[in-house]
């Protein structure tokens, strides 16, 4: 299958700071990449949908001053996460969907993000 | 409106048993249905996957079979190993929409 990085995969951070996470598909372009947030032992909630040269679509209740997603280029798209609270340490995943009839979604190993 | 339900959320089999894993969606517009395997601190793996074409998809020790008049469809992991043990997610999609996953379902294959 498609090979999707995350970078970092494990941060910690001072309240009141940003985190950036990047994103990349690595051997196919992506149009479409998604991103996710994860508790334990829970299913993925979507966060927002990001499409290459557009705004990102959010889902309702996350805050999208909060939760800067750019997508740049097609195998590139980053999610900061500005003024990082200890309720936003989470487990952030990002996943980005091959184009064409036969799609398919590849998901990126995740970043642990813990706000102290 | 919970798109997609999953169940058993956990799930306990002997080695060399059979595992199965059952999902049932609502948007009769969806057209591919992909399993997921994530371990613990890891990103889900695509594990399998069908489109509502067909019926059953095998792949290994892993069957995907697929009802569409029920809206359901099952993950079957023949010869279960313990080092299956990890949480399953089915999800629906359709074409450059998100993706809807199932709560998840934890799987121990105990030796």
């Known amino acids: 299958g498609a090979v999707v990085s995350q970078h970092p995969s494990w941060v910690i951070c001072k309240s009141g700071t940003s985190v950036k996470i990047e994103c990349r598909s690595l051997d196919f372009q992506a149009t479409t990449m998604f991103w996710y947030r994860q508790f334990p032992k829970q299913s993925l909630m979507l966060m927002a949908t990001s499409n290459e040269g557009s705004k990102a679509t959010y889902e309702q209740g996350v805050e999208k001053d909060k939760f800067l997603i750019n997508h740049a280029s097609l195998t590139l798209s980053t999610l900061t996460v500005t003024s990082a609270h200890p309720e936003d340490s989470s487990f952030y995943i990002c996943s980005a969907e091959t184009s064409g009839i036969a799609y398919e979604q590849f998901f990126g190993p995740g970043t642990r993000l813990t706000v102290l | ?111």
């Open chain 2, 1 to 111: 409106q919970q798109q997609v339900k999953q169940s058993p959320q956990s799930l306990i089999v002997q080695k060399g048993g059979i595992s199965i894993i059952n999902c049932a969606y609502e948007n009769t517009a969806f057209d591919y249905f992909p399993w997921y395997q994530q371990f613990p601190g890891k990103g889900p793996a695509l594990l399998i996957a069908i489109r509502p074409d067909v019926s059953e998809k095998k792949e290994g020790r892993f069957t995907i079979s697929f009802n569409k008049s029920a809206k359901q469809f099952s993950l079957h992991i023949m010869d279960s190993q313990p080092g299956d043990s990890a949480t399953y997610f089915c999800a629906a999609s359709m074409a450059g929409n998100q993706f809807y996953f199932g709560t998840g379902t934890s799987l121990t294959v105990i030796p």
